[in-house]
């Protein structure tokens, strides 16, 4: 801390700044805090009459700063002398000495008294400070204020904290080269601070430049940098010192042109209505020293609060916090008169202290209230509130320069709401093609995440998907359509929809990939598609992979290695109607996790392909497989401004903890197929011990049985399934019709009885669609079953 107070103010032509506070029950000034010292050595005295001739005390009686030059060069060095606290306070005085007998600049006082107010706002009226107290850094610290010193040959940089929270980076991210700060400028500024930070034999002096840095969330910083070279080898100088300060962004009594070209370049990088409101607060705020500003838009006779600083709900009036339901709170123009007739009329209203507003309004400016109605296009887009506590003058300049500014932030404004409104439709468009959620698994855990581009419209043809097809079987799929449009995603909704439902219908995955590009090729679309697709048998591991122009998978084994899966792959779907896609058999042990990636997360144009997969490899061997959603937030890791969207699915594969024991019967179509069948069924379940449920199963498969050889043509096969406390009984035909169960059932019918006894006796009764035909499946509950 005093390393950093001796360059700031070393800065400020100070050697030597001490503060003095009244000594209680003593007519005194005792010395508190103290920095920096004289060329001899000799410190500030540790006390000083308040009636005495010295600088401090005559600052502290009258209440008014002295700044002292000595008339010969062989006199003391000036100094200047500032009371502390408001007017009439008298909370002490801070006593500064020159480094140069020619005083203090204009600008090097007005710092100063900026210091002044900081250490006054230390002290606390009435007390008796210990000493020593620390003011001097704190108050530094309270201002902003940062240093450095660089050494050029190197590159190396000795920044304090301070500097490194203005330009955004964290003590622990700094690795004390200069580049790392320079890397947080805006590159139309770069030149400019390369020409300062580049010393010369002929600019030696002290310089000064203003420059912008983005902040952690992409927010535009303005900072002033001071810094002179410091006396080296006669070869040229060793290090550069300086200091660096927030700048406000409209300082007062600044060039009016360059504040308006600011706000004008400052609004055009707003694409958001919340960017909008930073750069209000930051252009009003603090340049004008006001309290409170808030930027409320007008939306069907309401005002919908998008900003409000400081955002505390109790720094607000106490109707603004009973309303306060969601982020900010929204208020109807009814009952803010002030506000509608100020929108009414389009014309900025400047309240002066004290004046009688409306309870809505009440507390918000006590001592002035500035109501700029925010003009786009012939209509009123919004207002702008600036209140101040303390009594304000609103100067001529003052007034023109609100004028121009909410003329220019209505502007903006209009364009930001624009801006959010297609983002939100964009967004519901690609969350309604996306599934809402993934199924759970039986065996496994599976985890997706997408993220869209940053850049133009946020939504793309990238999709995902999971599918159930069994109980124990499941479809992996991930895929990317061409392009970044609402035509992208609507081809995506529909290869995703198109996947599924040849999925669900039982075909193997070739068929399925085959059927989906046939699909494409038919819509004559100029758009193409890739995917993967993966069946995963979750009872043994066998997994069924089919890749059409889309990356391999990846795989975490157990032991924390991974690899990528190398699957035949084939055309891109949408390219060639008779395409081949053929199959790539892989057996998953448990605790394995596979990895299904799009270009996004992989490719970009400063990241090559093969790059990006050993990262991608580098960062799932990393990652911890326990948290599957912690594991996929890592490897989408810190994307920036991506230019592509990117789509992620993940799936542990645990294997499962109940296996089910199976046993099949092809039933010939004879005279006595359905006893065969029972005989069947009965041998199955003495061999499974559960002959207690003989009577209910065999009932189910007469009928079942019965009703496929009736009805249908071609094969029928008999399916016995014993999970747990459960059997299944699944009849399997060539007919895509589901069995039909009759409407009405009489004394006269002669069939159709059937079905319902199936049902009544089921637990579960359903008809699945598979490929060449279906499977009518029961359920019957085992009584006392263990798994």
């Known amino acids: 801390m005093r390393t950093c107070l001796d360059r700031a103010l070393a800065f400020a032509g100070v050697i030597l700044a001490a503060v003095y506070a009244p000594s209680a029950g003593t007519e005194e000034l005792r010395l508190v805090d103290a920095s920096g010292g004289t060329p001899s050595g000799a410190g500030p005295p540790e006390r000083l009459p308040l009636s005495g001739d010295s ?86 610290r309270s201002l902003r204020v940062g240093s450095f010193v660089l050494v050029p040959d190197t590159g190396l940089i000795d920044a304090d904290d301070t500097l490194l929270e203005l330009v955004g980076i964290t003590p622990d991210d700094f690795d004390g080269k200069a580049d790392t700060l320079l890397s947080h400028a805006l590159p139309e500024d770069m030149h400019a601070l390369m020409s300062v930070l580049e010393p010369s034999d002929e600019a030696s002096g002290r310089r000064d430049l203003e420059f912008r840095v983005r902040g952690p969330a992409g927010e535009m910083r303005w900072l002033s940098l001071s810094c002179r070279v410091a006396a080296g080898a006669a070869d040229g100088p060793e290090q550069l010192i300086g200091v660096v300060t927030a700048t406000p962004v409209l300082r007062r009594g600044g060039d009016d042109v360059s504040r308006i070209q600011w706000l004008t370049a400052a609004l055009d990088d707003a694409a958001t209505v919340r960017d909008v409101g930073r750069v209000v607060v930051a252009a009003l705020r603090e340049p004008l020293a006001a309290d409170r500003v808030a930027l409320a838009a007008l939306q069907d006779d309401r005002l919908m609060v998008t900003v409000l600083d400081p955002p505390q709900p109790t720094a607000w009036p106490p109707t603004w916090r009973s309303e306060w339901r969601t982020e900010w709170p929204d208020a109807s123009l009814r009952a803010l008169p002030t506000l509608q007739a100020a929108l009414r009329d389009g014309r900025m209203d400047l309240w002066p202290a004290d004046t009688l507003l409306e309870p809505g309004l009440a507390g918000i ?65 690609q969350r309604s093609l996306l599934p809402r959620r993934l199924p759970e698994l039986p065996g496994g855990t599976a985890v997706a995440r997408y993220l869209p581009a940053r850049r133009g419209l946020q939504v793309g043809g990238d999709w995902y998907d999971v599918i159930a097809l069994s109980e124990d079987r499941v479809a992996l799929v991930i895929g990317d359509v061409q392009g970044h449009s609402a035509g992208a995603a609507t081809i995506m909704g529909q290869m995703r929809t198109a996947v599924r439902a040849y999925a669900m219908e039982g075909h193997p995955p070739d068929v399925v990939v085959s059927h989906a590009n046939r699909l494409l090729v038919g819509m004559e679309t100029d758009l193409f598609a890739t995917c993967c697709y993966a069946e995963l048998d979750m009872e043994e591991g066998n997994t069924l992979f089919v890749r059409a122009g889309h990356l391999a998978p990846m795989l975490r084994l157990p032991d924390g290695a991974t690899e990528e899966v190398e699957v035949a792959g084939g055309p891109p779907l949408g390219i060639l109607a008779e395409a081949e896609f053929p199959m790539t058999a892989v057996e998953l042990a448990p605790a394995t996790v596979l990895a299904l990636v799009t270009d996004g997360l992989v490719e970009a144009a400063d990241l090559p392909l093969d790059e990006g997969m050993h990262r991608t490899r580098v960062a799932l061997a990393a990652a911890d497989p326990g948290d599957l959603g912690k594991m996929a937030d890592e490897l989408l890791g810190d994307a920036g401004r991506r230019e592509d969207d990117v789509a992620l699915l993940l799936l542990r ?135």
Request: neutral net charge.
């Open 55 to 140: 600088p401090a005390a005559r600052a502290f009686r009258t209440d008014h700063p002295l700044w002292l030059t000595p008339e010969a060069p062989a006199d003391a060095p000036s100094l200047g002398a500032l009371p502390l606290g408001p007017q009439g306070g008298r909370l002490g005085c801070l006593l500064v000495l020159s480094a140069t007998q020619d005083g203090f600049e204009n600008e090097q006082r007005r710092f100063l008294e900026r210091y002044a107010d900081a250490v006054a706002g230390l002290l606390q009226p009435g007390a008796d400070p210990p000493t020593p107290t620390p003011l001097l850094g704190p108050a530094l």
């Open 365 to 429: 400016g006590t001592g002035g209230l500035a109501v700029l109605p925010l003009p786009a296009k012939g209509q009123v887009a919004g207002v702008c509130l600036v209140g101040w506590d303390r009594p304000h003058d609103f100067a001529p300049e003052e007034r023109s320069l609100l004028t121009a500014t909410a003329a220019l932030v209505g502007q903006a404004l209009k364009r930001a709401h624009a801006h959010d409104a297609e983002q939100e439709l964009a967004t519901m468009l």
């Open 653 to 787: 594969y645990d294997g499962m903890k109940t296996r089910p024991i199976r046993a099949g019967w092809m039933v010939w179509r004879l005279p006595d197929a359905v006893m065969h069948a029972r005989r069947f069924t009965a041998r199955t379940l003495r061999r499974w011990s559960i002959p207690e449920t003989g009577d209910a199963v065999l009932l189910v498969v007469s009928e079942l049985v019965t009703n496929a050889l009736v009805h249908t043509q071609g094969p029928v096969r008999l399916d016995l399934t014993l999970r747990g406390d459960r059997i299944r009984v699944c009849v399997s035909d060539s007919s895509p019709r589901a069995p039909a169960k009759p409407v009405i059932v009489d004394w006269e019918a002669t069939g159709g009885r059937g079905l319902l006894l199936v049902e009544a006796m089921s637990e579960s009764f359903v008809t699945i669609p598979v490929a060449g035909g279906k499977q009518v499946c029961s359920e019957i509950a085992v009584p006392g079953g263990e798994p």
